[in-house]
């Protein structure tokens, strides 16, 4: 049974809170500011979770003692719709995790799992959090999913060994691969990023390993490939899965050798280079598929580091929130203070399918659009909303069995169909706009549907 130190003033709240804690089996004890103070002094708690304003002690210097007192004991804070800017700040200065008052007992209960997961992993070496403060500021947050990220980091950012970094699309991998490089002897030489799916098939090998004056048509000059460019340096390789097998071919003897053949070129060059890798497939597949060498595999799966994508690390939405809106302010002259408390549940709950990029375009979008003040529901785009983490099934008929006579598919599609446009239409009153956004079409691909069904008279 974990321990518990519950801190808050408001002793009714206090007592409501303790129950449900003791509901779900933890052991708690009860406090208010000052005596929280001193029960941290004189006792060990699994798990500290406190208020953020009260009076006489307040939780930030609760959360101040229990770093220099337990620095590994997680702590959750618990703030009003008017203190975001608050729990910003806890979370700067060590929270794991924040909740809104009022909150659900299932909001509670996810985040003590979600930090008592982490306090039950072996601890690293050394503390990655300093080691990220120190070589890699960029790589925002606290969340426990990154803890196994920044310890892989801490431990292979000094060596010269190959690495492979795999995530989804949107979660950082590029500026992953920096920090590797920031916490390297190799820190202030060349650092040469190259994305292998973004060069045209034809000029792949001529890229990397450069090539001769006359070595093909149009080739009117000696070009000094990517390699070289890194030599003594690192050189990052992002969607090598995307690479041809005949370049993969020359890269493998590169890694092995320590030289490349210009195209055009007999003699090789000599070259010091670190390889970092970056792809958001599974390699394994494509090795499996016969459109990955699995010797060039091994070579550069020598450290594998996965990120964990943005819905996994709901605990750092805060923060990265608050940095983006900040880049953004400075970058487009705008004066957007933050958010309103539900805009914040709302983006919690959100499941970013396009990971960390897909979080900075929409703030850079809202920032933009808001101009000044704090950004309400009514600023987000419809599909923000109507997009959670948990997506809710759409409420249909049972899907019937397959006859044995068989079926006409194309009907019951359209049936499906015309309920659903009819559906988004009574949500929204007839606006086309609105409802096209909650269909996932483009307006024009709605009406075009409505004059098919003959809703809308040729001219609508």
């Not at 049972?398 to 006859?403: A, G, R, T, V």
Request: glycine letters at 8%.
């Amino acid at each position: 049974m974990a321990k518990l130190l519950l801190c808050d003033d408001e002793e009714p709240l206090c007592r409501g809170l303790a129950r449900l804690l003791r509901s779900i089996s933890f052991e708690v004890v009860t406090a208010d500011g000052p005596t929280g103070l001193a029960r941290l002094d004189a006792e060990r708690f699994d798990i500290i979770l406190t208020d953020l304003r009260m009076p006489g002690v307040n939780g930030f210097e609760i959360l101040d003692a229990a770093r220099k007192k337990s620095p590994g004991t997680p702590v959750i804070v618990m703030s009003g719709s008017a203190e975001i800017p608050d729990a910003v700040r806890a979370m700067r200065a060590g929270a794991r995790d924040f909740l809104i008052k009022p909150f659900e007992l299932k909001g509670l209960e996810e985040a003590l799992a979600t930090v008592l997961g982490a306090v039950n992993t072996p601890p690293p070496m050394s503390d990655p959090f300093s080691w990220r403060d120190r070589f890699a500021p960029w790589l925002l947050g606290r969340d426990p999913a990154m803890v196994p990220v920044l310890t892989l980091l801490s431990q292979v950012a000094d060596t010269r060994c190959t690495v492979l970094i795999t995530g989804e699309s949107g979660t950082g991998k590029e500026l992953v691969a920096r920090s590797i490089v920031a916490g390297s002897p190799r820190a202030r030489k060349p650092f040469v990023a190259v994305n292998c799916a973004a060069i045209p098939a034809n000029l792949v090998e001529s890229e990397l390993f450069g090539h001769a004056k006359g070595a093909f048509t149009g080739a009117t000059a000696n070009r000094t490939g990517r390699f070289a460019q890194a030599d003594g340096g690192t050189i990052f390789l992002d969607e090598v899965g995307e690479m041809e097998l005949g370049v993969q071919a020359k890269l493998l003897r590169l890694i092995q050798d320590g030289e490349l053949y210009p195209v055009g070129e007999e003699v090789p060059q000599r070259v010091d280079v670190r390889i970092l890798a970056a792809t958001n497939r599974k390699l394994e597949n494509e090795v499996a598929a016969g459109r990955f060498r699995a010797d060039l595999f091994w070579r550069l799966n020598v450290i594998p580091i996965e990120l964990p994508p943005l819905r996994s690390r709901m605990s750092d939405i805060l923060q990265l929130c608050d940095h983006f809106i900040k880049q953004a302010n400075e970058r487009h002259h705008r004066n957007v203070t933050g958010f309103d408390a539900d805009v914040l549940q709302t983006l919690r709950r959100h499941s970013w399918p396009g990971n960390i990029r897909e979080m900075e375009n929409l703030i850079e979008r809202l920032v933009i659009m808001k101009g000044t003040g704090s950004i309400c529901m009514a600023d987000l785009p419809a599909n923000r909303v109507n997009t959670p983490v948990e997506s809710v099934p759409v409420s249909l008929s049972p899907i019937p069995e397959l006859p044995a006579d068989g079926t006409d598919l194309r009907s019951i599609l359209e049936a499906v169909e015309d309920r659903m446009i009819a559906e988004a239409l009574e949500r929204t009153g007839g606006n086309k706009n609105r409802a096209a956004e909650l269909l996932g079409l483009n307006r024009t691909t709605l009406v075009e549907k409505l004059r098919r069904k003959r809703v809308l008279s040729p001219t609508a």
